[in-house]
């Protein structure tokens, strides 16, 4: 949990980063770590976290400081771990790097390799792509959406909400990558 607290945000203006609902933070946290995250790392190697729970004050301060930070609404049962959503859901967001695929991205690789690779695998809600080593927003949500976004060329919606394209085979989008690796129970 003490990777997910961590805040530049909190740190530079001097926000405490503290769950409101620390069981509820900590139980959404765990599903995003057990179900997306570790399987990833065990499959990619180490992955680096660099934005995962904030406050609604630190979110706040974020927001209104233009840090690229959303209202706290929109980011409850996202960056807000221990806020459930509009519709009482819960869910959690983290913005990663995983160096073994910025190292193929900086080489030419297509940030949609990685989208299609955790989208055929992974138990994801959505996904935000930037273009600073093909770093990306992922969330667990207890309803998900199925959906990914990008930055980075082509920009817009690769896959929307029970749309077809997330449906087919996307195998040839990621040919030499790893199996996944399941973590040990």
């Excluded at 209202?71 to 807000?80: K, L, M, P, V």
């Amino acid at each position: 949990m003490r990777d997910f607290l961590y805040s530049e945000i909190a740190n530079f203006y001097g926000v405490p980063n503290i769950p409101d609902d620390p069981d509820l933070a900590i139980e959404t946290c765990s599903r995003l770590c057990e179900e997306v995250l570790e399987p990833l790392n065990d499959t990619f190697g180490r992955i680096s976290i660099f934005s995962g729970y904030r406050s609604p004050d630190v979110n706040q301060t974020g927001n209104e400081n233009k840090l690229r930070c959303a209202s706290n609404e929109a980011n409850y049962a996202g960056h807000i771990f221990d806020y459930r959503d509009g519709d009482g859901c819960k869910g959690a967001t983290v913005s990663v790097v995983i160096p073994w695929f910025a190292d193929r991205y900086e080489q030419g690789e297509d940030w949609r390799a990685m989208a299609w690779w955790i989208h055929d695998h992974l138990p994801y809600s959505d996904m935000c792509f930037f273009p600073k080593l093909a770093a990306f927003n992922i969330s667990w949500h207890e309803r998900p959406k199925r959906e990914i976004y990008s930055f980075i060329d082509p920009k817009g919606f690769l896959v929307r909400e029970r749309d077809e394209e997330g449906e087919k085979d996307h195998g040839e989008w990621y040919r030499d990558f790893p199996s996944l690796k399941q973590p040990p129970c």
